[in-house]
């Protein structure tokens, strides 16, 4: 059985910083990709970073580069999204999904495995 939980969120005030976490469990953890999505309120959800646990390759939507930073611990089976520079525009619920099957990172549907999400605010 595949569980991803996330957790981290919160409420921050603008410029604020948050590390959201996602752990993987009852999955080949390894060798695959791992993504970070939102979904603002009115929005269609929209991928935020992804990162290739093997390599640690990593991609990011334009409007958090140079703000967000996705790492992973592949021994905690854990992928992290450290989020700096929060602004009122970010505040969102946050999902990780896990083991991209095709298509592209930021496409929520090409994901076998997604978390419940964790809600972030900026004030």
């Known amino acids: 059985h595949v569980q991803l939980v996330e957790s981290g969120g919160g409420s921050v005030e603008a410029g604020g910083s948050l590390r959201l976490a996602c752990v993987v469990s009852?999955?080949?953890?390894?060798?695959?990709?791992l993504g970070w999505f939102r979904q603002r309120p009115g929005k269609e959800r929209e991928g935020v970073a992804s990162?290739?646990?093997?390599?640690?390759?990593?991609s990011f939507a334009d409007s958090v580069k140079g703000r967000f930073t996705i790492s992973r611990d592949n021994a905690k089976n854990t992928v992290y999204l450290q989020m700096n520079g929060l602004k009122p525009e970010d505040a969102a619920m946050y999902y990780c999904?896990?083991?991209?099957?095709?298509?592209?990172?930021?496409?929520?549907?090409?994901?076998?495995?997604r978390g419940q999400g964790t809600q972030v605010t900026v004030s």
């Open positions: 999904a896990a083991d991209l099957m095709s298509g592209n990172w930021f496409d929520w549907h090409s994901y076998r495995y």
């Open positions: 009852g999955y080949a953890y390894g060798g695959n990709c």
């Open positions: 990162i290739w646990t093997y390599d640690g390759r990593t």
